[in-house]
Antibody
Framework: EVQLLESGGGLVQPGGSLRLSCAAS????????LTWVRQAPGKGLEWVSN????????YYADPVKGRFTISRDNSKNTLYLQMNSLRAEDTAFYYC??????????????WGHGTLVTVSS | DIQMTQSPSTLSASVGDRVTITCRAS??????LAWYQQKPGKAPKLLIY???SLESGVPSRFSGSGSGTEFTLTISSLQPDDFATYYC????????FGQGTKVEIK
């Protein structure tokens, strides 16, 4: 089955760190660019970060630039998001998703179920 | 940054109604526009890409149109499964979502 499965969410104090993982199955992971999108409870979708086939090209939204790092391990079919210096406003469901087809400026055609990150003291 | 503005924010409709949602971009994005459907507690689902291309497996009652800065998503005959929140997304320069349109039962 083609799927993405996030893990690693939880409760963390402001200023703390957390690493999210996204395990892929059912498709050739190394051929696709991947993304993280977040959604604060009851709010809309916010793009967070993208990574192309290798680690050479990454993109970040301004609110997370310098604090979050996206990476991938093609040997493990896994995407990661290292989140440092977490703030209350980072509280959200975090979804990993696959970019559709070849290229970078394309939509997201496969989504995981999401993992909740709560930043609170 | 490219801003995406959807209207309306909430739409009340009945089964069988024709429904139209509008999305406006703050600058031209050609046809690099996608539409997603999200149900409570679930991940978004891609419906439309390149403004008017139907994603595989999506019912033909969904259609998209537009180019440049103005786009629409139309549901030709609303079905019970279609009550959800819909988001547009531009992917011309980085990726930005609209604020969402909730389609609720009238």
């Amino acid at each position: 089955e083609v799927q993405l499965l996030e893990s690693g969410g939880g409760l963390v104090q402001p200023g703390g760190s957390l690493r999210l993982s996204c395990a892929a199955s059912g498709f050739t992971f190394s051929r696709y660019a991947l993304t993280w999108v977040r959604q604060a409870p009851g709010k809309g979708l916010e793009w967070v970060s993208n990574i192309i086939v290798s680690d050479d090209l990454t993109y970040y939204a301004d609110p997370v630039k310098g604090r979050f790092t996206i990476s991938r391990d093609n040997s493990k079919n896994t995407l990661y998001l290292q989140m440092n210096s977490l703030r209350a406003e980072d509280t959200a469901f975090y979804y990993c998703a696959r970019l559709k087809g070849v290229g970078n400026y394309v939509p997201f055609d496969l989504w995981g179920h999401g993992t909740l990150v709560t930043v609170s003291s | 940054d490219i801003q995406m503005t959807q209207s309306p924010s909430t739409l009340s409709a009945s089964v069988g109604d024709r429904v139209t949602i509008t999305c406006r971009a703050s600058q031209s994005i050609s046809n690099r526009l996608a539409w997603y459907q999200q149900k409570p507690g679930k991940a978004p689902k891609l419906l439309i890409y390149k403004a008017s291309s139907l994603e595989s497996g999506v019912p033909s009652r969904f259609s998209g149109s537009g180019s440049g800065t103005e786009f629409t998503l139309t549901i030709s005959s609303l079905q019970p499964d279609d009550f959800a929140t819909y988001y547009c997304q531009q992917y011309d320069y980085y990726w930005t979502f609209g604020q969402g349109t909730k389609v609720e039962i009238k």
